[in-house]
Structures are given as structure tokens and as C-alpha cells.
């Protein structure tokens, strides 16, 4: 990493980082730094720069703070994918199925005087909470 | 950086020979945890044996066959029963809703409570957070019964705890008479004083550790004193310090209970939430233990998560527990939660038993995902965890947890 002219600026080589590694470590300085990325065959370059005037300490840890993020998502994509045939066979079905909600009591569906019974008691506890504030 | 641990020079494996196994060096022994929780505690002699192959005559042979680690005599049944059992495949809900009462009036409390109970599962808990009870009482008052009733009228156990900092006397016998746990929210700061009572009688105590709080074996036996039956200890701060801090202090905690926990009625809610051994028992955990419902009315990922907007699921007064599959915070929070989807996590020996909540990760690290090497969650999850598994060699231990009601045999 070199610090210039307020900046942080420093080369990551291809293909150990890509495009969605940068972007999270992008995302991970959120309002705090720009960042700008040029991009060869073999590499990219990146310069971050603070949304305020940093020292040269805080410099360093933002960017080493990007770096942290951009080299975690990469590893972590790789072991998402890694991983994938197991996790999908539990994510799928977990999603597929939805999450379904409780039905509707049947002793008040069948009785309507139930729920009403319920919603008096309920309007009951209600007004006596009421009557304490 | 990496919290795993790794052997000098690796020992030699014979294919065919163990079964699919994490290790983690703790001291001179060697842990030994499979998919679904099994384990075993090797010297580091016997785990290279194990490594190069073990017959039915080796001593180990009784130890390790039953728990799976042989791959020759390897179960693929209970393997697949066990693996459906502890997978998301068997998850019915969350199970632990937080109510943050704080500015929460009487008809938001109402509606909260129907949302909490249009969630399945086979049993509610319904934890409500408060500071003063004075503040929000009638809310309480109400919640307590409204939850009472609504529990009967759909046959399904429900469990109420108050936290608070403080309550009445009075306020206290009221929750008690209406079967709901009392909980006292502390700061633990050096020695305690046995003489001082909590701020109200509470079976359960969330201790945040203060930066001066020392001897942890005294403030256990000051717990056991006033009749508390478990504790959660929490960190002072979520960073390094706060963590070596913290896992000094539990460790002795713990330590205490082992030697004594078999007299005494106090129990460890850490040690209970992670060898629980499933993601959804973890407390805190994102949408598949815990959701929140703040004074406003909107519903969080989690208690850690509310304030949140990015974890915002909606409001109790739209959202409809059969939409959250489709919200994008959802898909976020479970993807981030499996530790197979963690680097650290998928090699991890711990793997079975613990994760970092996701919106931990948020609110300390900026992101879902987090950074498990510079995260302090996970070095005090990891530090409790070692704490307990070296500890299951001692039989002191293994009564403790069986008291407890923890299966790992």
C-alpha cells in the first residue's frame, strides 16, 4: 500500500480478486472513503480515497480494512460454492415450502360465538389496561 | 489470522480409515467433533493411531465406533436421521420472540402478540424487555395475560420472561402469580457485596461484565445466594479486549459450576444455548430463533437487530409471518447464519454447535457475513467452547451438563 496525495493506493493481481471482491470491500467503507478501480489483463489497481482528511494511520486501516473485506469475500465465494451441494439441498426446500403461518383456530371458525366470546374478553383486559395508564 | 489450530507436522492418514471429522488441538488433546455433534478427546498419540487405522482389538475401537469416526464400521442410517434431525430440514419456526415494550402502547402490544402467534412451532417464549416496569406496566399487565390466553386457546406451551432493570415488588408477585420468568438485567463491576440484593427477585440474571468485574467464582456463589437458576454473562465490549476479558471471567464462572453445579441450582445460558446443537437453539439467531418487535411496532431480524433498517422486516399491522421467505433480509440472514457458507466456520470443530448471528456481524463489523478472524464473537463463542469440551474428560463436568439435561454423550 502507498499513501499519495491523501490517498491510499495500491495493485491486486488477478484472478485471486475479482470485480465482486472489490466491490465488497467497497461496500465495507461505505460513506467513509471513495473508491476508484482501473483495470488491466493482469490486475487492478485501486485507490481509496477518505471522505475527510485522514491521517496517515487511518489511511492505512482503510485500506487495510478494504483489503480485509475484499479477500474474505473472495475466499467466502469460494467456499459458498465449495459447499453448495449441501447447502442447497437444505436452502431449496426451506424456501420452496414457504414459511406457512398458523391457520385460522377451527373452534372459532366453526363457532363464531367463540371469537366473539374471545374478542370481548380481549376488548375486557384491553379496557382494564387502559384504566391503569 | 486464523483461530483454527494446526499440528506442526500433520499426522499421516490412511484412506478408508476415519470417518469425516473436524479436529482442534486444545493443550495436549486433541478434539475430535463429527457433522452432528459427536465427539471425542484423544491424546495426540492416539489420534495419529486413529488416523493410521484402528482394528476392533485397539481400546479406542469401543470409543470411537459408536460415535461414527470409524469410516469401515460407519452408520449411513443414523447418520442420515441425525443430519435431518439437526439441519434446517426440521426447523419449524422461531421459537423466541423479544417484545422491546419501550414506547410499545396497548394496541401495538395487541397486534404484536397475534403476529407472535401466527408463527408455528410446537412452543412460544415470549421474552419482554423493558427498563422501568413502572414505565410500561399496564403494556405488561396486558401482554402477560393477552399472551396467557392466546397460548390456551391454541394448545400451545408458552413461556414468558420479563427483563428488566427494575421492577416493584409488587409488580414481581403479579409476573410470578402469571407463571412469567422474572429477569434482571445487571452490570457486573468488581467483587460483589453477598449482603446486596438484586434490583427484584429474579430467577434469571443477563450480566453485562463491567471492565473491573473480577472474581467470578464469588459472583457465582453470589447468584446461587439469591436463587437465580441461570445466567447469561455478557461482554463488555464486542472487540479484543472485551473478549479476553470475557472469556477469563467465564472461564472461572463456569469452572465454579462444575465443582459446585452439582449441589446447586444455577445453570450456564451459554453453555445450555450452544450445545444445544442446533442453529435455531442458539439465542439470538436471526429469524430462526428469535424474531423482534420494537415499540413502533416494526419487526426486526433479532433483539441485536432492532434500530436496524436494513434488518426491518415490516410492521406487525401488514406483515404477515407467510411473507418473510420472500423479503430479501430473510435470504440474507439464513445464508449468512449456516456456518458451511463461513470460511472458518465450514473447518471448524465447533461447527455443530455455534454460529454468529448474523446481525451480530452487522452491528460490530459492518457487514452480515462479518470477519470470523478479527471477529470477538466468535473468539468468546470459541473460548466458551473450548472451556466445555476440554472439560468433558471430568466426570464433574459430564453430571453438570447431564443435570442440565445436555445429551453429550
Known amino acids: 500500500m502507498k499513501l499519495v496525495k491523501g490517498s491510499v493506493v495500491f495493485t491486486l493481481g488477478k484472478p485471486l480478486y475479482g470485480s465482486e471482491g472489490l466491490a ?14 482501473g483495470e488491466t489483463k493482469a490486475a487492478f489497481s485501486v485507490e481509496i480515497k477518505p471522505a475527510a482528511k485522514a491521517s496517515p494511520e487511518k489511511l492505512l486501516a482503510l485500506g487495510g480494512e478494504f ?28 424456501f420452496a415450502k414457504g414459511f406457512p403461518a398458523v391457520p385460522a383456530d377451527p373452534l372459532e371458525e366453526l363457532e363464531p360465538q367463540v371469537k366473539a366470546d374471545r374478542a370481548k374478553d380481549i376488548g375486557d383486559l384491553l379496557a382494564q389496561a387502559r384504566g391503569m395508564s | 489470522m486464523s483461530k483454527l489450530t494446526s499440528f ?17 488441538l486444545l493443550g495436549k488433546k486433541v478434539l475430535i467433533t463429527d457433522e452432528h455433534g459427536r465427539w471425542a478427546l484423544l491424546t495426540i498419540p492416539e489420534y495419529r493411531r486413529f488416523l493410521a487405522g484402528i482394528g476392533p482389538e485397539d481400546p479406542l475401537w469401543p470409543v470411537l465406533q459408536p460415535r461414527g469416526f470409524l469410516a469401515g464400521a460407519y452408520d449411513f442410517d443414523a447418520a442420515a436421521r441425525r443430519q ?19 414506547g410499545m402502547d396497548l394496541d401495538g402490544a395487541r397486534r404484536t402478540v397475534e403476529f407472535v402467534f401466527s408463527c408455528p412451532g410446537p412452543q412460544l417464549t415470549l421474552e419482554l424487555v423493558f427498563d422501568d416496569a413502572d414505565a410500561v406496566w399496564p403494556v405488561v ?16 406451551p408458552v413461556f414468558l420472561i420479563a427483563r428488566a432493570r427494575s421492577m416493584s415488588p409488587d409488580q414481581a408477585d403479579f409476573l410470578r402469580s402469571h407463571g412469567v420468568t422474572r429477569c ?63 472469556a477469563r471471567f467465564h472461564s472461572g464462572f463456569f469452572g465454579w459450576l462444575i465443582e459446585h453445579g452439582e449441589g446447586a441450582g444455577l445453570r450456564d445460558e451459554w453453555v445450555l444455548g450452544l450445545l444445544g446443537g442446533r442453529l435455531w437453539n442458539l439465542p439470538g439467531m436471526d429469524i430462526l430463533e428469535q424474531l423482534a418487535y420494537d415499540g413502533a411496532g416494526r419487526v426486526y431480524t433479532s433483539e441485536e437487530a432492532a434500530a436496524d433498517a436494513e434488518l426491518a422486516l415490516g410492521s406487525v399491522s401488514t406483515l404477515r409471518y407467510q411473507d418473510l421467505p420472500r423479503l430479501p433480509a430473510t435470504g ?37 457475513w462479518g470477519q470470523t478472524p478479527s471477529s470477538a464473537a466468535c473468539s468468546i463463542q470459541m473460548g466458551i467452547m473450548d472451556r466445555i469440551l476440554e472439560s468433558l474428560n471430568d466426570e464433574k463436568c459430564l453430571n453438570l451438563l447431564n443435570k442440565w439435561s445436555v445429551d453429550m454423550v
Open chain 2, 8 to 24: 506442526e507436522k500433520p499426522p499421516k492418514a490412511r484412506p478408508g480409515a476415519a470417518a469425516p471429522h473436524q479436529f482442534r
Open chain 2, 141 to 156: 399487565w396486558f401482554v402477560a395475560q393477552y399472551a396467557r390466553r392466546k397460548g390456551e386457546w391454541s394448545r400451545r
Open chain 1, 67 to 94: 483489503l480485509n473485506e475484499a479477500l474474505n469475500h473472495e475466499y467466502r465465494q469460494r467456499v459458498v460454492r465449495a459447499n453448495a451441494p449441501l447447502t442447497q439441498a437444505v436452502f431449496a426446500p426451506l
Open chain 2, 184 to 246: 434482571v438485567d445487571l452490570a457486573l463491576d468488581g467483587k460483589p457485596d453477598m449482603a446486596k440484593a438484586p434490583a427484584f427477585r429474579a430467577q434469571r440474571a443477563r450480566a453485562r461484565l463491567g471492565p473491573g468485574a473480577a472474581e467470578p467464582a464469588a459472583w457465582a456463589r453470589w447468584f446461587e445466594a439469591w436463587g437465580f437458576e441461570s445466567v447469561r454473562l455478557l461482554p463488555s465490549s464486542l472487540d479484543e479486549k472485551g473478549a479476553e476479558a470475557f
Open chain 1, 24 to 37: 465488497a470491500g467497497a461496500l465495507a467503507l461505505g460513506t467513509r472513503a471513495q473508491v476508484f478501480v
Open chain 2, 332 to 368: 440474507a440472514v439464513i445464508a449468512a447464519s449456516h456456518p458451511d457458507d463461513q470460511p472458518l466456520c465450514s473447518q471448524c470443530a465447533y461447527r455443530p454447535f455455534c454460529a454468529v448471528p448474523p446481525s451480530v456481524n452487522k452491528k460490530h463489523q459492518g457487514g452480515l
Open chain 2, 84 to 102: 435431518f434431525e439437526r439441519s434446517l430440514l426440521s426447523w419449524k419456526g422461531p421459537g423466541s420472540h423479544a417484545l422491546l415494550l419501550d
